[in-house]
């Protein structure tokens, strides 16, 4: 299925912070909203702070302040706060309106499949909590990719678990998030597409079980490829055995072509891509190449 592009940014540009997930470090925040206001209007209010349990606030201001984003013909785009764990719970009273940017990654990997459903591509990327720890090029490469009409440049040196190529949008997020979406009405079709993998805090155990679960739902079937990015403190203490192999003959059951270790995820380095956008995924290179912008 075709993915609409969002409009690009401008300068300038009014845009929404939200906290659909959990609460958050204030320096953290506060770190990653310079970064963002220094190139748009960033709108939020003092209700994102809120705390109740592990989430940032009940779940009735969390949906209002995310439908509000999405519903406002003014906010160009919507940032997150931080991930942790909450988004899903707001999934069935989502609405989204006009097609507009939404940048994240980890829990709210719940959102993009609510988005990537409705046919519309968003921007896997930092969340603010994250931005401010990440390297120039990491934010560079954000700011060009929700501004520029252009395809962003290429992912390299990743390394080849399957060889081969494979074509088609960029589709998933976080491996946990992403197995809780099957069987419902917010998870992407996946026939065609290559499948996007990351994760942090699982044990290889759990990654198989995850992966399994997607297996047995048929998500590989007519799939077209897979992208590894990180799994951080992902490793069983004193295990003669590692996440990387555990993955690597996951992946390589599949037939799949598939290349693992770009820096996408929980790691150090969260390098943003467009979801929905179309790539070209040369396994044998240990290349992700961008075939489409994620903005129009």
């Not at 190529?165 to 069987?183: F, I, M, Q």
């Not at 048929?218 to 077209?224: I, N």
């Amino acid at each position: 299925m075709p993915f609409v592009a969002p409009p690009a940014l401008r300068s300038g540009d009014p845009v929404a912070i939200v906290a659909p997930s959990g609460p958050f470090d204030r320096e953290a925040f506060e770190a990653g909203l310079a970064l963002v206001q220094r190139r748009y209007t960033a709108r939020f209010t003092d209700g994102l702070f809120t705390r109740h349990r592990y989430l940032a606030g009940d779940d009735a201001r969390r949906a209002a302040e995310l439908n509000q984003a999405f519903a406002d013909p003014e906010l160009k785009a919507v940032f997150t706060a931080r991930g942790g764990y909450g988004s899903m719970r707001l999934l069935a009273g989502l609405k989204l309106g006009a097609p507009r940017l939404f940048v994240g990654f980890s829990d709210v990997t719940a959102v993009h499949g609510a988005l990537q459903a409705h046919g519309v591509r968003s921007l896997h990327g930092p969340v603010l909590t994250q931005l401010g720890r990440q390297p120039p090029g990491a934010v560079d490469r954000l700011f060009g990719l929700l501004e520029s009409t252009a395809p962003a440049a290429p992912l390299l040196n990743a390394r080849t678990v399957v060889p081969g190529v494979a074509e088609g949008p960029l589709l998933g997020g976080n491996l946990s998030v992403l197995t809780r979406l099957l069987g419902t009405r917010f998870m992407p079709p996946t026939r065609g597409a290559v499948l996007l993998l990351e994760d942090v805090g699982e044990r290889p155990y759990r990654l198989d079980r995850m992966w399994t679960h997607l297996a047995l739902a048929g998500v590989f079937e007519g799939l077209a490829g897979i992208v590894l990015g990180d799994f951080t403190g992902c490793e069983e203490r004193e295990a003669d055995y590692g996440s990387a192999e555990v993955l690597r003959s996951l992946a390589q059951q599949t037939g799949l072509p598939c290349a693992a270790g770009f820096a996408i995820g929980h790691g150090t380095v969260n390098l943003p891509v467009p979801l929905g956008a179309r790539v070209r995924l040369d396994a044998t290179a240990g290349r992700l190449e961008f075939l489409e912008a994620l903005v129009g």
